[in-house]
């Protein structure tokens, strides 16, 4: 029979692909009494997996995991169970990485260097129903609301972009004229608010559209 005390413990699956960070992540949930680490994953179908599993109360995401991201994970446990509470600890801090953990169903998202008193704080209060978001957090998704974001067709421009493709070979990927690419570009542009196509890949970069490979 389930003693009073464990059952008020909070089950948690850890998901971080880098053991050394996993592992400290780890050391820091156990020294909660009231924290039991269930479960660990190095990948999102690792993840899945440990989830179908031990279903924990909380479960602690990664974004940048191999073949099948933590954002993708992430929709994908909300869709097999739709009370999942997942939070999200990751490097990534831009607006739309924010925005679109939110939208997959995180209900809170964290920087890793957040101090480990904060990360125990928030898993207490997702349990709880009560989580709020840190200020530097809040303040991104502001940010993102006050501004128009980027449509699927302008990501996939600003992508290739990136990868140095000029009009005329980004209308050949997308398939579409060269004409509706000048005026993609310029949206882009304008909505970044940045006056060249390198201005328009750092500014990208900063706000999570797009990310620098490791």
Request: hydrophobic residues 45%; charged residues 30%.
């Amino acid at each position: 029979m389930e003693s009073a005390t464990s059952a008020r413990r909070i089950r948690i699956l850890c998901v971080e692909d880098h053991r050394i960070v996993r592992e400290g992540i780890v050391l820091i949930l156990r020294g909660q009494a009231d924290f039991d680490v269930v479960g660990t994953a190095a990948t999102g179908r690792e993840a899945i997996a440990q989830f179908r599993l031990h279903r924990p109360d909380v479960t602690l995401m990664d974004l940048q995991l191999p073949i099948l991201s933590g954002l993708e994970t992430t929709r994908m446990i909300r869709a097999e169970d739709p009370s999942a509470r997942i939070i999200v600890l990751t490097v990534y801090r831009g607006e739309e990485d924010i925005y679109r953990a939110i939208q997959a169903g995180a209900a809170a998202y964290l920087l890793k260097d957040t101090v480990s008193d904060e990360l125990v704080r928030v898993i207490r209060e997702v349990v709880a129903g009560t989580t709020t978001f840190p200020d530097d957090i809040a303040r991104q998704l502001a940010n993102r609301a006050a501004n128009e974001p980027l449509t699927s067709r302008e990501i996939a421009v600003i992508e290739l972009i990136a990868q140095g493709l000029r009009n005329r070979d980004i209308g050949r990927e997308l398939g579409i004229s060269e004409t509706t690419v000048e005026v993609h570009v310029k949206n882009v542009l304008e909505k970044l608010r940045v006056d060249s196509r390198t201005g328009a890949v750092m500014m990208a970069i900063r706000k999570g559209v797009l990310h620098v490979p490791e």
